[in-house]
């Protein structure tokens, strides 16, 4: 049986067409960082429960600022991971969700979501240790 190719063991001809995360021209690095901003990722969670005002995903973030959401959600729509719906009404309605390709991440997100859940006392745990080494 062969073992499963990681990221440090595909550098075979047969791996020259997978990007490659780790060299530092990969273009998929833009899309981690995209993901990989802490907004974008609780944007996109909550999104995952259902289409979302401006105002209740604003709301359901907690400590996000207006401007900061307006500036997340304007860069996931333009990386095709959110749809932005505007009604011609006064006062303007506008309504966030997630395209067919932003819902691929809810899995990872979920995971990576409750993970930090059941390991924060973990890392609270290791940082207080490394801190009482480090004095």
Do not use: F
């Amino acid at each position: 049986m062969q073992a499963e190719a990681t990221p440090a063991t595909q550098n075979g001809p047969e791996s020259a067409d997978i990007p490659d995360v780790l060299d530092a021209l990969c273009g998929a690095r833009q899309v981690l960082d995209l993901v990989a901003d802490k907004w974008a990722i609780l944007a996109i969670y909550a999104l995952g429960e259902g289409t979302r005002r401006t105002g209740d995903l604003q709301r359901r973030l907690g400590g996000i600022s207006p401007k900061v959401l307006t500036e997340t959600v304007r860069r996931l729509e333009r990386n095709g991971l959110v749809l932005r719906c505007t009604y011609p009404v006064v006062p303007p309605k506008v309504e966030y969700s997630l395209t067919p390709l932003g819902r691929t991440l809810l899995l990872p997100l979920n995971d990576l979501c409750q993970w930090a859940e059941r390991h924060l006392d973990d890392v609270e745990a290791a940082r207080v240790r490394y801190e009482t080494l480090a004095d």
